[in-house]
């Protein structure tokens, strides 16, 4: 299966269905970037971070805004959501050695129970909470336990960066930057309803639900939006 990907702001997104970026995920190794509307605009600003997104094996129109602003631009690609893709990874994965990295102690230990309960065969070699301060350490720890699938959930750009170290030295692995997806599974933190997962509103449940996101969220995403107008009308 050969990689299709569209320019959106500069950057090289894939076209993939859900059913066949998870093939490909599988199938393949490197690193998964979940990318939104935050992303970008950091990655606008950072060279460094933009040059990581354009260099990996797959990224995925995880934001709403990615998806709305593909659609501007006139490709019909539908959104990936980051924890739907992590989470069917482990059970197409079922039985190969899996890292857990990321979020806090209590919540990645309850997250990885819980997933054990639900996946048959889960096979945890490494985790580590999200509160460490030498990566090299946990590079080092990761190496020696050979994974198959690395789940990272440290924020973004920081788990992008650390997967970006971590794949130069584990080349079969695959890497995929989940955020706040651990604290969904562990039961603390509840995903939104399906309606609002449907029409791509789950940023308005979690901002209803926490209302301090809603710096994080205006003014970025109406001028992502914006920018992407600009960018069909006029050209970046």
């Known amino acids: 299966m050969e ?60 934001g709403i805004g990615v998806e709305i602003g593909l659609n501007i631009l006139g490709y019909k690609v539908r959104r990936i959501a980051g924890i739907e893709l992590g989470r069917a990874l482990i059970d197409r994965l079922s039985g190969e050695p899996v890292a857990f990295i990321g979020a806090k102690p209590d919540i990645i230990k309850k997250a990885v129970e819980n997933l ?23 590079l080092n720890e990761l190496i020696q336990s050979s994974p198959r699938l690395a789940l990272i959930a440290l924020g973004s750009p920081k788990q992008e960066l650390f997967i970006d170290k971590a794949k130069k030295k584990l080349p079969n692995t695959i890497f995929i930057g989940l955020g706040g997806s651990f604290d969904v599974w562990s039961g603390v933190v509840q995903r939104a309803p399906e309606v609002y997962q449907r029409l791509g509103l789950e940023w308005l449940y979690r901002t209803i639900k926490e209302p301090q996101r809603f710096k994080r969220i205006f003014p970025t995403l109406p001028l992502f939006i914006l920018k992407v107008i600009k960018e069909k009308f006029i050209g970046v």
Not at 18 to 29: I, M, P
Not at 116 to 138: C, R, W
């Open 116 to 138: 054990k309960n639900e996946v048959k065969n889960l096979n945890v070699v490494y985790v580590q909470d999200g509160y460490f301060k030498d990566d090299e350490k946990v």
């Open 3 to 62: 990689r299709k990907t569209v320019k959106l702001q500069g950057f090289s997104i894939d076209t993939f269905k859900f059913d066949e970026a998870l093939e490909y995920a599988a199938e393949n190794s490197g690193q998964i970037v979940t990318i939104n509307p935050e992303m970008i605009q950091a990655a606008s600003k950072n060279k460094d971070f933009a040059n990581l997104i354009n260099n990996s094996e797959l990224v995925v129109p995880d």
